[in-house]
């Protein structure tokens, strides 16, 4: 997905630097080629605003994240079999059950005025 209107390179340049450095749109700004101080700062969160601007900062916001999430999951697949503490494996294991779409059972419990009832789902 391409943005419909053509970014300047220092739209570019602003929104791979914020993306990619996690720093302030002054500071991004800055590393982009906008104006020193105040006035490019301005100009910079004028920039991302426009549509076009937001539309390519999803689009690389998700590429970023994408590519993120594999090395996360590869992170949680090693703590589930080699994490020193067992409370670390049973959590990275349960995170990755949830992810599959394994959940547990949803248990409830249902009260009734004048007699106690218990509803207990065992699957």
């Known amino acids: 997905m391409v943005p419909a209107r053509k970014l300047t390179d220092k739209q570019e340049a602003l929104v ?10 002054a500071k991004a700004a800055e590393l982009a080629g906008y104006a ?9 969160h004028r920039a991302l605003k426009a549509p076009h601007v937001q539309q390519y900062m999803q689009i690389r ?4 994240f994408g590519l993120s999430a594999t090395s996360a999951l590869a992170t949680v697949r090693r ?3 080699g994490a020193k503490s067992e409370y670390v494996q049973l959590e990275a294991s349960k ?3 949830d992810r599959a779409g ?6 409830s419990q249902v009260q009734v005025a004048g007699d106690i009832k218990v ?5």
């Open 119 to 123: 509803s207990i789902d065992l699957g």
């Open 79 to 81: 703590l589930s079999s």
């Open 102 to 107: 394994y959940k547990p059972i949803d248990r």
């Open 16 to 25: 791979d630097t914020l993306v990619a450095e996690g720093c302030s749109i």
């Open 61 to 64: 916001m998700n590429e970023v």
């Open 95 to 97: 995170d990755l059950l």
């Open 36 to 44: 020193a101080g105040e006035s490019g700062r301005v100009s910079a």
